[in-house]
């Protein structure tokens, strides 16, 4: 990890003073036109890795004094505003301003693919991103071979847990000390963990398996999207949405209903609606799930491209549940059937039944009315399985406390709570708790 000062730099005051050129020099955006695009907040944190300020030095001395809000002073500035600006991956209005305060501070035109604000009309900011890091050990190691570490967009969108590239799961803990991280933090710098410092591809990745691949098919329909950004003329406009439902119940549902795609889709009818009039739009996992079903690509949505071709699509014909599909695949029970049975008997790892849905291409309801008996025997699994990681995280963190806890007392200081969860992974109630109790036992 880089050796920060604790403090701004000698050169700041001056800058501001006297009107310097932007310290924030032309960094490229890694990875452009792929699928694994960098994101905005890795933008963020190597710029300020590069001239050797944490992020949150750049946010409060070098980016504050230039907005209007004073917002980003250090006073205002705690661990908890990190999460808020870390929406500056997503499509939001303050994405906007980043781009704009970035891009005018780092003179990089590129920025607006850093993050969704190319589809801010298509896709809303609901669920969209995750709170804490995910990655691709493989990409990482990568990354630094060729010396050049940053963090893709993808791996923050919510709906993505697998490395299109590698064909492996995501990873969200640190493989040294088992502490998720933040999407941004004050002093977080790409590849490595907040809490440790330790180097975040030392972990193995464990390979999707076939009858998971919808997962790498998610992965492949998000980055694709974020690949084609900078080919787009201009923001895909809302409407788009709306005229692919409706081309989607006029070409693709017998009876040419929206109640009979609501049906299909299994969701509720007034959701239907709402796109069709162009009130709402769907929220990410909505549209994936719709990009499955009837094999359209978020590309050929955001292109338009769904209206030209008629050919691809074939002529709707009856399915056995007597709904009209064209292209989903047929549903294997056995095979569901099965995998459920190992996994209730512990022969395969625990997992959630909602994710075996969503690998078999179907949806949750569908599989309990199926067998709701192993639908339960899988859930219980999966929950033992939690707790059993929530009880070997307590012991980690009660082992970190006394740890902390020798460390004061042998150099004569007053523990502060507080520093624990800044240097051990964060606060919770729970995580409160155990300080709680542990402070107690240790009679202080
Ligand atoms: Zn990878
Ligand atoms: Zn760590």
């Not at 694994?36 to 300020?53: Q, T």
């Not at 193995?204 to 998971?212: G, I, K, L, M």
Request: hydrophobic share 35%; glycine share 4%; with cysteine.
């Amino acid at each position: 990890m880089s050796n920060k000062q604790q403090n701004t730099c000698e050169w700041l005051p001056e800058f501001h003073e006297k009107r310097l050129p932007t310290p924030l020099v032309n960094l490229n955006v890694q990875g452009l036109n792929t699928p694994l695009v960098e994101s905005l907040s890795s933008y963020l944190s190597r710029c300020a890795d590069h001239i050797d300020l944490t992020v949150k030095d750049v946010l409060c001395h070098v980016i504050s004094p230039l907005l209007s809000h004073q917002y980003l002073t250090p006073a205002r500035v705690t661990e908890s505003s990190f999460s808020a600006i870390a929406a500056m991956n997503g499509r939001c209005g303050t994405s906007a301003e980043w781009v704009r305060v970035l891009g005018m501070l780092s003179h990089c035109q590129d920025l607006i693919h850093t993050n969704f604000l190319m589809f801010r009309n298509i896709i809303p900011d609901k669920k969209l991103l995750n709170r804490d890091r995910s990655w691709c050990p493989v990409c990482l190691n990568e990354l630094r071979e060729q010396n050049r570490v940053y963090e893709p967009l993808l791996f923050n969108v919510a709906e993505v847990k697998a490395c299109p590239r590698h064909g492996c799961w995501l990873v969200d803990r640190c493989p040294c000390c088992q502490s998720k991280s933040p999407v941004l933090a004050p002093r977080i710098v790409p590849g490595y963990c907040t809490s440790c410092g330790e180097w975040l591809g030392a972990g193995n990745a464990p390979q999707v398996s076939p009858s998971e691949e919808s997962y790498l098919r998610v992965a492949n329909l998000v980055g694709d999207l974020l690949a084609v950004g900078p080919t787009l003329r201009e923001q895909p406009k809302r409407e788009r949405i709306a005229d692919f439902i409706a081309f989607l119940i006029r070409t693709r549902m017998k009876d040419k209903s929206a109640r009979a795609l609501a049906r299909l889709l299994k969701i509720n009818h007034s959701y239907v609606l709402d796109w069709l009039n162009g009130a709402y739009v769907p929220m990410l996992g909505n549209l994936l799930w719709i990009c499955q079903v009837f094999n359209v690509t978020l590309v050929e949505i955001a292109n338009g491209d769904f209206f030209e071709e008629s050919t691809a699509y074939e002529p709707a014909c009856e399915t056995s549940t007597g709904l009209n599909v064209t292209s989903q695949s047929p549903i294997d029970w056995p095979m569901i059937h099965q995998t459920m049975q190992r996994i209730a008997s512990g022969e395969e790892p625990p997992r959630k039944v909602i994710d075996i849905a969503r690998s078999c291409n179907c949806h949750v309801s569908a599989l309990y009315q199926f067998d709701s008996r192993l639908c339960k025997a899988v859930t219980r699994r999966y929950k033992d399985q939690e707790h059993q990681r929530q009880a070997q995280e307590e012991e980690i963190f009660v082992a970190q406390i006394r740890q902390y806890l020798r460390e004061c007392q042998s150099l004569e200081m007053l523990p502060i709570k507080n520093e624990i969860y800044k240097r051990f992974g964060g606060r919770s109630k729970k995580r409160q708790e155990i300080v709680e109790r542990v402070f107690e036992e240790e009679g202080l």
